[in-house]
């Protein structure tokens, strides 16, 4: 609530009761509570940053602000997504550095604001070696390897059956290593194979994909 509308209430208050009226608070002419504050996030450059705020009370309007001076001064935003509850923008690095609030006002022109949020701009894991195709023999062990560069990080390989167009989690413990280990055959020699590496913060980097070629025939002793 604003400083000025306090003010009135509060000098509106007095009179009421010095002349007998019934003296009214400003908590008693509204009842906008916020109940969810919205939080900052953790995204890549160039994905959604998507702040959320739920207010209870009559009539709401909202507002979403933003800080280029962390917090002193305050300007409206002009997307349409500015005046929802919800308040998406892309993330980069024009804005990692603002902060944002959202002004909420009732149908008695009260206003509360939220809680100060921001966007934290991650790069995700960074893959320092890529896994690399193999090529053994039916029935040996095909070995990829990926290493990687992050906080907390997690594995999981992936195979793919129609050249890459869609992708399935591998269910063998191996596939959550960063080393992935399969029994070569005609069955997957036609597969691709990829890793996706998520840190902790939930932001995922995926490797390069990568096949087995199946030799044939055998080897034989030169005499």
Known sequence: MSKVKVLLIIILSMFSCRFGYVCVGA???SDLVIVIQPKSVTVREEEAAVFRVKARGNGLKYQWQYSQDNGKTWKNSSI???????YTIKAGKANCDQK???VIT??????ENS??????LVSGPEITKQPESVTVREGEAAVFRVKARGNGLKYQ??????????????????????EYTIKAGKANC???????????YGVE???????????????TDIL
């Open 106 to 111: 009732d149908e008695n022109g009260i206003d």
């Open 80 to 86: 349409a997504a500015a005046k929802t509850e919800e």
């Open 157 to 178: 390989w992936q195979y793919s059956q129609d050249n890459g167009k869609t992708w399935k989690n591998s269910s063998i413990a191996a596939a959550k290593t960063e």
């Open 115 to 120: 809680e100060i949020v921001g966007i934290n």
């Open 27 to 29: 908590e008693e002419l």
């Open 190 to 200: 036609d597969q691709k194979f990829r890793c996706v590496i998520m840190d902790i």
């Open 205 to 219: 980097s995926i490797s390069d994909s990568t096949y087995i070629l199946l030799l044939e025939g055998f080897e």
């Open 100 to 102: 944002f609030r959202c």
